[in-house]
């Protein structure tokens, strides 16, 4: 096998590994593309592909991180992990540990490790690497690796929901949000929405976002039944998609671009959290941006409209 066919063997689980320590799909493009050039470059075969490349990428990602981290830091508005709408890597004997680790919440959850612990939580407990395997990776003795990994789960476990949806449960209660959603049934969303629901928008400073949080039912309710009949008005649709493995939506404008997405939360038969991701660099993978500002304007010209 010639090094260019072991590489893309590899590339969905090299992939997967840098999402999700850096929540980037673009930063998690480049480390990769970086892996293939140092992989490239090296003049002797490693003894196994798999783990010089898994230890490169981890590396890669954790310098990338490092600085990233101070870049969120001055991040306008809620941070959120650019959208991933599929997974290259499966493996059905992991298939909850992917899902669960790719879902917003848990990204969200990773950003309070530090990078050693993340990449740690990331090799071992998504993809079982062994804590040799792990070590060599991080640079860090097995010891050292084991005590990263209690702490990585002391903080996971204790931001992780205390009740958690099936797969066919949450698919179900989104579809029915959807559905209520397009037809403006503002009783129907808020009998969905768990009594505390948020719904939190990521635009960066660059695309219009909510001012802050919008927390409770009815509040959530009225404001999606009251907005997207308008949005719907100056034809902008959506097509309900998984989003980091959890039920979600891409939205469009006229021509087909992309405005943003939303991913729904749902635990113990109610949706918890509503994200949304509309800051334009963080979609651009997906397909063309539409202008959210002119869909802002017409939004709220059809508003003026209405209560005239």
Not at 5 to 19: G, K, T, V
Not at 180 to 197: C, M, Q, S
Request: one cysteine or more; charged letters at 30%; glycine letters at 6%.
């Amino acid at each position: 096998m010639s090094k260019v066919e072991e590489f893309e063997e590899l590339r969905p689980l090299l992939f997967s590994i840098a999402y999700r320590i850096l929540g980037s799909v673009a930063e998690a493009e480049d480390a990769v593309q970086e892996t293939w050039l140092r992989y490239d470059a090296s003049s002797t075969r490693p003894v196994s592909t798999k783990a010089f490349l898994s230890t490169t990428v981890t590396r890669i990602s954790i310098d990338v991180l490092r600085s990233a981290r101070v870049r969120r830091e001055e991040y306008v508005g809620p941070w959120f992990p650019e959208p991933l709408l599929s997974d290259p890597y499966q493996d059905p004997a992991r298939s909850a540990e992917l899902a669960d680790s790719v879902s917003m919440a848990a990204l969200l959850l990773l950003e309070r490790l530090s990078p050693l612990e993340r990449s740690v939580f990331v090799l071992r407990e998504v993809f079982a690497f062994g804590f040799d395997e792990v070590a060599a990776a991080v640079g860090r003795s097995e010891a050292a690796c084991r005590q990263l990994l209690v702490r990585a789960r002391r903080h996971m476990e204790a931001g992780r929901p205390r009740f958690e949806a099936d797969r066919q449960e949450r698919q179900e209660l989104a579809t029915r949000f959807f559905d209520a959603l397009k037809n403006g049934d503002v009783g129907g969303l808020r009998n969905l929405l768990a009594a505390d629901v948020s719904m939190v928008g990521d635009g960066g400073g660059k695309a219009p976002q909510l001012a802050r949080a919008v927390m409770g039912a009815e509040q959530v309710a009225r404001l999606l039944g009251t907005v997207f009949p308008l949005m719907s008005r100056i034809d902008v649709t959506f097509e309900p998609h998984e989003v980091n493995g959890q039920p979600g939506a891409i939205f469009r404008d006229r021509d087909g671009k992309v405005l943003h997405t939303l991913a729904l939360d749902v635990l113990d038969g109610r949706i918890q959290t509503i994200r949304g991701v509309i800051n334009p660099d963080k979609l651009r993978h997906i397909g063309p941006v539409a202008d959210a500002w002119a869909i802002d304007r017409e939004v709220k010209r059809a508003r003026r409209q209405t209560r005239r």
